[in-house]
T-cell receptor, first 116, second 114 residues
Framework: EAGVAQSPRYKIIEKRQSVAFWCNPI?????LYWYQQILGQGPKLLIQFQNNGVVDDSQLPKDRFSAERLKGVDSTLKIQPAKLEDSAVYLC??????????????FGSGTRLTVV | AQSVSQHNHHVILSEAASLELGCNYSYGGTVNLFWYVQYPGQHLQLLLK??????LVKGIKGFEAEFIKSKFSFNLRKPSVQWSDTAEYFC????????????FGTGTKLQVIP
């Protein structure tokens, strides 16, 4: 099966600029996640979608980050305006798990964002 | 809320040495547990997972992990490592019920010396 697709792979922007990332999950996976992985740390959940609804966005800095999954398939994550501390790899993952079970994520290759 | 601790941040082993990476979690209820691996320049991949049943779980590439409920641990083991096992390893936990918020540990970098 095709994996989780993410684009772009790399992005360099100046602080205060805006940036958007795109993710296309595995076909049929209802749950989609965006994670932020700062160098030297484990992935941190930013937002979780179940179909096109938000399940958990408690760690999303909502003053600058936004995400949508309008048709319950692909998703975009936006940062506006970016700060230096947003430099990280942004990982998208999807899972076929719903309700009480999760079967493990499948991760995309990530987008490495550098804010200068 | 759940949390995960990985006490070894950086492990260096010679080829053929045995590996054990520690993972402890904190959560009051039943959990699902995972180990993920991230090879240099690649994305995270699932090594193995525990949902229920036999606490000794076997994964890909000769890895296994044992869930010890009384110790809240899920340590990863491999009897004989290879140079190709050089990677970063992440333990992760999610509550068994409800929506699956998965929490990752900070990772352990494994370097295997030929």
């Amino acid at each position: 099966e095709a994996g989780v697709a993410q684009s772009p792979r790399y992005k360099i922007i100046e602080k205060r600029q805006s940036v958007a990332f795109w993710c296309n999950p595995i076909s049929g996976h209802a749950t989609l996640y965006w994670y932020q992985q700062i160098l030297g740390q484990g992935p941190k959940l930013l937002i979780q979608f179940q179909n096109n609804g938000v399940v958990d966005d408690s760690q999303l800095p909502k003053d600058r980050f936004s995400a949508e999954r309008l048709k319950g398939v692909d998703s975009t994550l936006k940062i506006q305006p970016a700060k230096l501390e947003d430099s990280a790899v942004y990982l998208c993952a999807s899972s076929e798990g719903t309700g009480r079970k999760v079967y493990g994520y499948t991760f995309g290759s990530g987008t490495r964002l550098t804010v200068v | 809320a759940q949390s995960v601790s990985q006490h070894n941040h950086h492990v260096i082993l010679s080829e053929a040495a045995s590996l054990e990476l520690g993972c402890n979690y904190s959560y009051g209820g039943t959990v699902n547990l995972f180990w993920y691996v991230q090879y240099p320049g690649q994305h995270l991949q699932l090594l193995l997972k525990y949902f229920s049943g036999d606490p000794l779980v076997k994964g890909i590439k000769g890895f296994e992990a044992e869930f010890i409920k009384s110790k809240f641990s899920f340590n990863l083991r491999k009897p004989s490592v290879q140079w190709s096992d050089t990677a970063e390893y992440f333990c992760a936990v999610t509550p068994s019920g409800g929506y699956q918020k998965v929490t990752f540990g900070t990772g352990t970098k494994l370097q295997v010396i030929p």
